[in-house]
Antibody
Framework: EVQLVESGGGLVQPGRSLRLSCAAS????????MHWVRQAPGKGLEWVSG????????GYADSVKGRFTISRDNAKNSLYLQMNSLRAEDTALYYC?????????????WGQGTMVTVSS | SSELTQDPAVSVALGQTVRITCQGD??????ASWYQQKPGQAPVLVIY???NRPSGIPDRFSGSSSGNTASLTITGAQAEDEADYYC????????????FGGGTKLTVL
């Protein structure tokens, strides 16, 4: 079964750091780009960051650039998001999503998300 | 960075056809993908590319595109189609950049 399982969320104070993880199974992880997408409570989806299969190409939303770092470990079938200098507006459910790998870009598999709450 | 614009809410009578639209400059160069999200659940891909449906998505869902507008059409809407729908495409400013529309809340009457 193709599966993505996020972990690492929690309550953190403003200005502190948190590292999210996403464990992939059921597919050849290093064949695909991966992404992080977040959703603030009651709000829409926001793409956060994406990374190519070999980490050679990385992108960030303007809202997190310079504060968040995406990475992957293909040997461990895992995706990560290092979040520094967290702000209240980073409070959201963070989803890990698999790229479908074709020219028709899409996120074909999603995890259930891990909640990050930034509050003092 | 690019932006994608969706109507916040749309309604449709049971069994009728509804079109949900997404507008943005990036859609002149890239296809949109569409996601259905029901309360408390993760998003699900329903349409991608020119008009492709993942396995398990009913054929009442279809996609199209013209100029800067992408559309998701549900032909014969069912009660279970009531959900939030989001479009997404590449951001025209970078390879691994993506952008979501604000979402459309679909109500089936």
């Amino acid at each position: 079964e193709v599966q993505l399982v996020e972990s690492g969320g929690g309550l953190v104070q403003p200005g502190r750091s948190l590292r999210l993880s996403c464990a992939a199974s059921g597919f050849t992880f290093d064949d695909y780009a991966m992404h992080w997408v977040r959703q603030a409570p009651g709000k829409g989806l926001e793409w956060v960051s994406g990374i190519s299969w070999n980490s050679g190409s990385i992108g960030y939303a303007d809202s997190v650039k310079g504060r968040f770092t995406i990475s992957r470990d293909n040997a461990k079938n895992s995706l990560y998001l290092q979040m520094n200098s967290l702000r209240a507006e980073d409070t959201a459910l963070y989803y890990c999503a698999k790229d479908n790998g074709g020219v028709d870009d899409a996120f074909d598999i999603w995890g259930q998300g891990t909640m990050v709450t930034v509050s003092s | 960075s690019s932006e994608l614009t969706q109507d916040p809410a749309v309604s449709v009578a049971l069994g009728q056809t509804v079109r949900i639209t997404c507008q943005g400059d990036s859609l002149r160069s890239y296809y949109a993908s569409w996601y259905q999200q029901k309360p408390g659940q993760a998003p699900v891909l329903v349409i991608y590319g020119k008009n492709n449906r993942p396995s398990g998505i009913p054929d009442r869902f279809s996609g199209s595109s013209s100029g800067n507008t992408a559309s998701l059409t549900i032909t014969g809407a069912q009660a279970e189609d009531e959900a939030d729908y989001y479009c997404n495409s590449r951001d025209s400013s970078g390879n691994h950049l993506r952008v979501f529309g604000g979402g459309t809340k679909l109500t089936v009457l």
